[in-house]
C-alpha cells in the first residue's frame, strides 16, 4: 500500500502563495507514480489540477490554474510540490494528492486511475 499525506495548505490573501507537498508516509520514492493533484470545494465535484507523469514527460494544468500553479518533483525530498501563486477567491478547497502505480500513463489521466490517495490539506483564501 502506498499511503499518501499532504502537508502545505493553510490560509493566505488572495494573490498570496502557498506550497503543497504530497509525501508517502514512510519517506519511500514517489518517482515510478504519477502523481496528480485534486481539490474540491463544498458543493463541488472534486477537479484534477495538475499531474506529472512518473516519467516527468508529461505535465497537465487545469486551465483555471495554468500560469499560476506549478507542478514538479523534489528528488531530495521524495515529494511532489505543488507550488501555487496568485491565489484567487475560486481556489479555497480541500487540496488532495493521489498516485498512479501503473508508470507508463501520461498526464491528463483522471479520477479514476489513481489508486492511491492522501487525506486532504485546506487552502483558504481571504480577501
Same mark, same amino acid.
Given at each position: 500500500?502506498?499511503?499518501?499525506?499532504?502537508?502545505?495548505?493553510? +490560509?493566505?490573501?488572495?494573490?498570496?502563495?502557498?506550497? %503543497? +507537498? #504530497?509525501?508517502?508516509?514512510?519517506? %519511500?520514492?514517489?518517482? /515510478? $507514480?504519477?502523481?496528480?493533484?485534486?481539490?474540491?470545494?463544498?458543493?463541488?465535484?472534486?477537479?484534477?489540477?495538475? #499531474?506529472?507523469?512518473?516519467?516527468?514527460?508529461?505535465?497537465?494544468?487545469?486551465?483555471?490554474?495554468?500560469?499560476?500553479?506549478?507542478? $514538479?518533483?523534489?528528488?531530495?525530498?521524495?515529494?511532489?510540490?505543488?507550488?501555487?501563486?496568485?491565489?484567487?477567491?475560486?481556489?479555497?478547497?480541500?487540496?488532495? #494528492?493521489?498516485?498512479?502505480?501503473?508508470?507508463?500513463?501520461? #498526464?491528463?489521466?483522471? $479520477?479514476?486511475?489513481?489508486? /492511491?490517495?492522501?487525506?486532504?490539506?485546506?487552502?483558504?483564501?481571504?480577501?
Amino acid at each position: 500500500q502506498v499511503q499518501l499525506v499532504e502537508s502545505g495548505g493553510g +490560509s493566505v490573501q488572495t494573490g498570496g502563495s502557498l506550497t %503543497l +507537498s #504530497c509525501a508517502e508516509i514512510d519517506g %519511500l520514492k514517489l518517482g /515510478y $507514480y504519477a502523481i496528480g493533484w485534486f481539490r474540491q470545494a463544498p458543493g463541488k465535484a472534486r477537479e484534477e489540477i495538475s #499531474c506529472i507523469s512518473a516519467s516527468d514527460f508529461t505535465k497537465y494544468y487545469r486551465e483555471s490554474v495554468k500560469g499560476r500553479f506549478t507542478i $514538479y518533483r523534489d528528488n531530495d525530498k521524495k515529494t511532489v510540490e505543488l507550488q501555487m501563486d496568485n491565489l484567487e477567491p475560486d481556489d479555497p478547497a480541500v487540496y488532495y #494528492c493521489a498516485a498512479d502505480t501503473f508508470a507508463a500513463r501520461e #498526464c491528463p489521466l483522471g $479520477y479514476a486511475e489513481y489508486d /492511491y490517495w492522501g487525506k486532504g490539506t485546506q487552502v483558504t483564501v481571504s480577501g
